[in-house]
Each structure stands twice: as C-alpha cells, then as structure tokens.
C-alpha cells in the first residue's frame, strides 16, 4: 500500500521545524496538521502534544521533519539535527520532507525512514488547503459520482473512509490552532490560523454578547409557552379551535423555532449547530417580509381602502351563487331535473346565502378595525400573515363549505344506498362482522321494496349529483387557494436558507467529495496531488438540510382523492387528529 501524506499549503511557507499532525494506520496515510519551528525543546513539545490529544482525542504526534533551508553549512547541519530527532521522537514511518527550489511547483521530497534503514514504498503526497478543509462539512457520495472511473487530470476519491477520517482529523483538532508562531511560549506553530485570528476573537466576542439577549429571549418564549399550555385553552370548544385554525399552528410552530434558537445550550454536532442557523435565517426573513408587508399596510390608508372593499365584494359574490343557484333551479344545461327536489335544495341553499350576507352586514362596522389589528400581526413575520389570510378566507367562504357539505352527505347518502340495492339484486349483502360480500337469499317482499328504493335513488340521483359537482368544484377551488397560501409557508418554514447562501458563497463549506488533480509526476519521485473540494449540488443541500414542518392539507394520492370525489366522502384542508405532525 502506498504511503499517502496530506500536507497543508500553509505550512508549505514555514520555517524548518517538526511536522506535527496525525498517522492513520489503517489507510497508511498522515495528516500533517502544522509546523513546530524552531526555538523548541523536545520535552516540552511532547508536553503539549500530549495535551492536545487529551483535550481533543485526536492521537496528535510528531511524524517527521520539515526541511526549508538553503543549501549552505547551516542548513545541512540543521538537516542533520533534524534526523536525529526521530531517535527522540521515534514515529515509525519518520516522515522527511523538504523544499525543493528546483522543482516547478512548490513542492517537496518525501521518504520513509524504517529501524532497519530501508526506504519505504511508493509515496504520494497531497496537498490541501487545510483552512477550506477546517471548516468544511463532508457529505457522503451520492449517484454515480463515486463509482466514476479515475481520470490522470481528475481523480476522484474511492476510499470514503479515509477521506472522512481526514476532514475528522482536521476538524476536531481546533484546540491545535490556538496557538500560532507568534504567541509567547515553548512551542511555535505554523498553521491556516497564523495569519489571521482577528476574525475568530470577534466571533467569540459577538457570542459572548448575545448569551444575555438569548436568556431573556429564553424566560420570555418559556413564559408565553406556559400559557398556550394552560388548562382554559384545553377544553373541547377552544381545543378544537385552535387546532383547526393555521395562524395557531403557525405560531406554535414558530414558537419551537425561537426557543430552540435562543437556547443556549451548545450544539451536539454540526448538523444540529446548521439547523439553528437556517432556522435564524428563516425567522429573520420571515420578520423582516412581514414588516415591509406592515409598512405596505399602513400606507396611503390601505386598510381603509380594503375593509371598503370588502362589503362590496361580498355581496357580489352573493349575488354569483344566487345567480347559480336560480340557473341550477330552472333547466341547467338544457338537463330535465326533479321539479320538487331542484326547488327544495335551491330554496335551501339560498337561504343560506340570505343568512350569510345577513351576518356580513352585521360585522360590517368591525371590519376595518379587525383588518388593522390583522394587519400589525405581519410584524410577527410573513408566514403568520398568510396563516390569518387563509383563516379569513376559510371564514369568508364558510357558507360554500356548508353548501358542499350538504350536497355531499346527501350525494354519499344515495351511492351508499344504490350500492347496496345493487347488492340486493344479485343476492349478496355486506357482512359487517367479516368485513366482506356474502351471497344471501331474499324473499319476495324485500325485493320488491328494494326495486322501489332503487328505482327512487337512481331518478333522484341526477340533481343530487348536479349540486354535488357544482358546490364541489367551488370548494376545491378555495381549497387550492388556501393550498397555495399553505405551500408559500411550508416554503418558508422549510427553505435552508442560511445553507443556500453558504453554497453561493462558500461552497467548500459543504463538500460532497473532493477531487484530486495531479501537479506533477516524475520518475523516481513522489506523485504530487493537489485535493479540491467538490461543494454540494443545490438539490442536494435543500434536501439535506430542509426544515421539519407541519402540513395544513391532505396527504392523500390522486388516485384516493379522485376516489372520495367520486363516491362523495368530504375532503378536509388540515391534518386529520390521528396523524402525527413532521
């Protein structure tokens, strides 16, 4: 097996020294992690290695040598100090690199050192940009991609476990990075951090800062949950309520968001620690389109302009359902239809209307307050606003829904019964108790009586079934409505946004894989890499990292919904009670 070094770019400037990093025995690879240089004292580099590897668990050790002198007497005998050092230190292989002005590239030599004083094998060494590589999170291959064939000029990695214990070795060794050349001490690293620290003091500064604000943020979100959960918001009526109505399920919703966010517990893994960032980056959006929504509002007297509106709207559609309940009572279509039961069902249906338009002239002068009190809920963002839209429409159009209940349970009431008259006629029943058809025998009587039954339901049918269609189709066209509204929330609920920008601007943050690209080749010495990270596709970061979140319609196929249409059973905008939530 080859002897494989992955060795940082940053360290390819630093003064000679020890190389420091970590031996993976089971992939025959090191990790070159940094650059000890000089002035050190061996004991005290072993010292601090050692805390090292107790403070991260990651088995840090010094591996080898790193050569970057001229060619003088000085630099020899540094190199022959150098090799001496693996008597102290005693890695096993003992890892030489050293510049090498003569070669194209910035490059370097390596060989094995074993007791008996043979050269190893054949060696291959990779360089990585290890701050790309720090703060990158690997994602396992999916597709095709990692059973593509290796290329001279693009190599893919075909051993995943390796590649992943080298961004694990990189990525748990933070407590390494501390320390750089320039700190006052023993030992003086070289690594992705010794150029620039400045960012990280004030990332930590900016956590500091806002422990406070998430504790007050905590007590305030621990308190209004305290009273969603009280006992007088429990009972059946409110219960009820509160679970059919989206603005509540929104804000619950919301709520869980802004309490796991303004935790201040420390985040298991960096999965969980991406979830807090996309959900931050959702709340932030969906407050922020919320108060431009608001300041739209509130200009110009928009509120004003709309409750205005409203009234007129109303009564108009009034009058396109009496209009289509008066076409529904006369010829339809040029179909014959029962005389006395189009008149009952149309007299009954329009006093509904009646009803309807009674109770909207009655709440007429609320209108405008509710809508501007409705209006300051879009500071609590977006989504809420939409939830409130579809509630208001779900409210507006509560007599359509009535009307296509009614023409169901009817529609449904006379399917059921010619299905099982039609099960009379051939002589079978339907067992309650197995569940099943069974044959059985009818005497004179009860067939007669079913014969005319059937023959009722089955004239009586098409009217039944003419106001079935209509209301049907005026109640799935609000239930796409509100679908729509419900679909631009999910979106927001669930869109990884904070992940997206991380792959438009940093898309080495999320690796799928890497990429070898070969930087030189030249008999008697090593194959030099260069490793590349490959980012994550768009598709595949959404569907990584979207967000769980609740659904406000039925998650019934189109064939089981075509069914319920068909036989008349009700179709309902929300989650049934026995379902579990996402």
């Not at 201040?264 to 931050?280: G, H, S, V």
């Not at 068909?566 to 379902?579: D, N």
Request: with cysteine; charged share 20%.
């Amino acid at each position: 097996m080859a002897l494989k070094i992955f060795f940082p770019i940053c360290c390819s400037s630093a003064e000679s020294g020890l190389l420091v990093g970590r031996w993976i025995p089971e992939q025959n690879c090191a990790v070159i992690l940094a650059v000890a240089h000089f002035p050190f004292i061996p004991g005290q580099v072993k010292q601090y290695l050692g805390e090292v590897r107790h403070a991260t668990g990651v088995e840090v050790s010094v591996l080898g040598s790193w050569t970057c002198s001229k060619p003088t007497e000085e630099g020899k005998s540094l190199d022959r100090f150098l090799e001496d050092l693996g008597a102290i230190f005693s890695h096993d292989p003992w890892i030489q690199l050293s510049k090498e002005p003569s070669s194209k590239f910035w490059s370097c030599a390596a060989a094995r050192r074993r007791p008996g004083g043979g050269e190893g094998g054949e060696t291959i060494l990779v360089y990585y940009d290890q701050r790309k590589t720090m703060l990158s999170r690997l994602h396992p291959p999916r597709g095709p991609e990692a059973g593509e064939a290796a290329s001279p000029r693009d190599l893919e990695v075909e051993d995943a476990s390796e590649l992943v214990a080298v961004f694990d070795t990189v990525s748990r060794s933070k407590v390494l990075f501390v320390k750089d050349r320039y700190d006052e001490g023993p030992v003086k690293l070289t690594h992705w951090q010794s150029d620039g620290v400045e960012a990280s003091i004030i990332v930590e500064l900016m956590k500091q800062a806002s422990v406070p604000a998430c504790l007050l943020l905590t007590c305030l979100l621990s308190l209004v949950s305290r009273l969603c959960q009280s006992r007088a918001l429990t009972f059946w009526p409110l219960s009820f309520i509160w679970s059919k109505l989206s603005t509540c399920q929104q804000l619950r919703h919301r709520l869980q968001h802004l309490q796991d966010v303004s935790s201040t517990r420390k985040a298991p893994d960096q999965a969980q620690l991406m979830r807090k960032a996309n959900i931050f980056v959702s709340v932030l959006l969906d407050v922020t389109l919320g108060i431009l929504l608001m300041s739209w509002l509130y200009r110009k007297n928009r509120i004003g302009h709309l409750a205005n509106a409203l009234i007129p709207m109303a009564d108009h559609v009034a009058q396109q359902l009496q209009d289509l309940l008066q076409w529904l009572m006369g010829v339809p279509a040029g179909l014959k239809m029962n005389r006395a039961l189009d008149q009952v069902l149309g007299r009954f249906f329009l006093y509904h209307i009646h009803l309807w338009i009674s109770y909207i002239h009655l709440m007429s002068p609320f209108i405008e307050m509710i809508l501007w009190y409705v209006g300051l809920s879009a500071c609590l963002g977006l989504t809420v606003a939409l939830s409130i839209l579809s509630d208001i429409i779900a409210l507006l159009t509560f007599h359509i829904y009535c009307f296509y209940v009614y023409g169901a349970r009817l529609y449904c009431m006379k399917i059921y019964g010619l299905s099982s008259l039609w099960r009379l006629f051939r002589g079978k029943k339907w067992n309650v108790l197995r569940q099943r058809v069974d044959s059985c025998s009818y005497d004179l009587d009860q067939l007669f009586i079913g014969t005319l039954l059937f023959t009722i339901l089955l004239f009586l049918l098409p009217t039944t079934a003419l106001y079935y269609l209509v209301f049907t189709l005026l109640r799935l066209l609000v239930v796409i409505v509100q679908g729509l509204t419900h679909l631009l929330v999910d979106l927001i609920n669930s869109l990884p946004l904070y992940s997206i920008l991380l792959r438009l601007c940093r898309p080495y943050r999320l690796a799928s894989g890497v990429k070898l690209r070969v930087l030189e080749q030249e008999a008697g010495k090593p194959l030099r890499l260069l490793m590349q990270i490959n980012p994550l596709n768009y598709g595949a970061v959404v569907q990584t990292y979207r967000l769980p979140t609740y659904s406000c319609y039925p998650k019934d196929s189109w064939g089981s919904l075509c069914k319920k249409l068909f036989v008349g059973e009700l179709i309902y905008p929300w989650k049934h009670k026995g379902e579990k939530q996402d």
